[in-house]
C-alpha cells in the first residue's frame, strides 16, 4: 500500500510539473504572437522594398507574399497572422485580440520595421516617381485602403463567431479553433488579388508602416508619402466608424 501510494503521488507530481500554469501559458501565446507577427511583416517588408522599383510581372511579389502570409504561417491556435498594424487595431476593436495581444502583435510588427530598416538603409534604391497628381494619391490610397480593410474585416469575421454555441458571438482568437484549410485558401486568394489589383491600378500601398518605410529609405518622395498617410489614415478611421455602425452581424439560434 506504501509503494503503491508513493506511485500515485509521484505519477501526480510529474503531471503538475509538466502542466504549464496559467501564466507560463499567456507568456507563451503572448511570445508567439510576437514571432509569428515580427516573421510576416518582415517578409511583406522585404519584398515591398525589393519589388518597389521594378516594373512589368514581377510587381505581384507584395501581393503574393500576401497570400503566402495567410496560406502558409499559423500561430499555435491556427490563425495567420495579420502582418498590419492597422489591420490588428481594426481586429481588436471587433474582439479578437484583448490588450496585451493587440500590444505583443504591435510590437512584433515594429520590430519588423526597425530590422527591415536597419537592413536596407545601406542600399541604394531608385526614388519612384509618379506623374500622378497628389490629390489623385490622396484620394486612391483612402478609397483603396478602405476597400482592403473592410474586405479582410469581413473575411476575418466569420472565423471568429462560434456558429456551435447557443448564443453566438464574435470570440477572441485564442478561444477559437483555427478555420479550415479552404477558407484559408479563399482568403489568401481573395486578399492577394484585391491587393494586386489596388496595388498595381491604383499606384497604392494601403498600408501606413510600408508607406513610413518606402519614405525613411528615400524610394518615395516625401511630399508622396505624407499625401499618400493622410489617405491610408482617413481610410482606417472611415473603416472603424463604418464598423461602429455596421458591425458584423452576429445571428443567434
Known amino acids: 500500500m506504501r509503494g503503491g501510494k508513493q506511485v500515485a503521488f509521484f505519477v501526480g507530481a510529474c503531471e503538475s510539473v509538466s502542466k504549464p500554469s496559467p501564466h507560463h501559458q499567456t507568456a507563451r501565446s503572448l511570445v508567439d504572437n510576437f514571432l509569428i507577427e515580427f516573421i510576416a511583416t518582415l517578409l511583406i517588408y522585404v519584398t515591398t522594398v525589393l519589388f518597389s522599383t521594378v516594373e512589368g510581372d514581377m510587381r505581384f511579389a ?3 507574399a500576401i ?4 496560406l502558409c504561417l499559423k500561430d499555435e491556435d491556427l490563425f495567420f497572422p495579420d502582418a498590419s498594424a492597422t489591420v490588428s487595431v ?3 476593436y471587433l474582439g479578437a485580440y484583448n490588450a496585451p495581444e493587440l500590444l505583443t502583435r504591435l510590437c512584433g510588427q515594429l520590430c519588423a520595421l526597425a530590422v527591415a530598416f536597419a537592413f536596407f538603409i545601406d542600399s541604394q534604391h531608385a526614388e519612384v ?5 497628389l490629390k489623385m494619391i490622396f484620394f486612391y490610397e483612402w478609397i483603396g485602403t478602405i476597400m482592403e480593410h473592410l474586405t479582410i474585416v469581413y473575411f476575418i469575421a466569420p472565423m471568429l463567431i462560434n456558429a456551435a454555441a447557443a448564443n453566438a458571438t464574435i470570440m477572441r482568437k485564442h478561444d477559437l ?3 479550415p484549410n479552404g477558407v484559408v485558401a ?3 486568394l481573395v486578399v492577394g488579388v484585391l491587393h494586386f489589383l489596388l496595388q498595381r491600378g491604383l499606384h497604392a500601398e494601403m498600408n501606413p508602416t510600408a508607406t513610413c518605410l518606402l519614405a525613411m529609405l528615400s524610394i518615395m518622395p516625401l511630399d508622396r508619402a505624407i499625401t499618400a498617410l493622410a489617405g491610408q489614415c482617413i481610410g482606417v ?4 466608424l463604418y464598423l461602429c455602425a455596421f458591425a458584423p452581424r452576429v445571428r443567434t439560434r
Open 177 to 179: 479553433t483555427g478555420p
Open 129 to 133: 516617381h509618379h506623374s500622378t497628381p
Open 67 to 70: 497570400g503566402l502570409v495567410i
Open 90 to 92: 481594426i481586429l481588436y
Open 186 to 188: 479563399h482568403t489568401a
Open 62 to 64: 507584395p501581393s503574393l
Open 237 to 240: 478611421i472611415f473603416s472603424l
